[in-house]
């Protein structure tokens, strides 16, 4: 299990996911983040449903070039499916924009 599953499109990869990916694990979080987990020969669906599945928060980050793509905006789907049928009050959304990029945690708290 995961503590944080990182959704990004790959263009925000160096200035933003990467970054925020190590920073995130040197402060001893363990991170779902692409370069992280997925190796050649991978199913990419397969491997993404379960971190999906797997991590307690989804961190997204919002950009326009997230909104152009199909597969971040899956993952995004897939974080925000986990939260229909469960008890929102216990949820928690955090954003955070800047220089026209957001960053949003979804969290598991019923882990």
Request: hydrophobic residues 35%; glycine residues 6%; aromatic residues 10%.
């Amino acid at each position: 299990m995961w503590d944080l599953f990182i959704c990004h499109a790959s263009e925000d990869k160096d200035t933003v996911a990467r970054p925020l990916a190590l920073a995130l694990s040197e402060k001893d979080l363990t991170v779902w983040y692409d370069e992280f987990e997925l190796v050649l020969g991978d199913s990419l669906r397969r491997k993404i449903e379960h971190g999906l599945a797997n991590s307690r928060y989804g961190v997204v980050i919002l950009s326009e070039s997230f909104f152009r793509k199909e597969w971040p905006q899956r993952e995004l789907d897939g974080l925000a499916a986990r939260e229909d049928g469960r008890d929102k009050s216990n949820s928690s959304y955090l954003a955070s924009c800047e220089q026209r990029i957001c960053c949003t945690v979804f969290s598991d708290s019923g882990r």
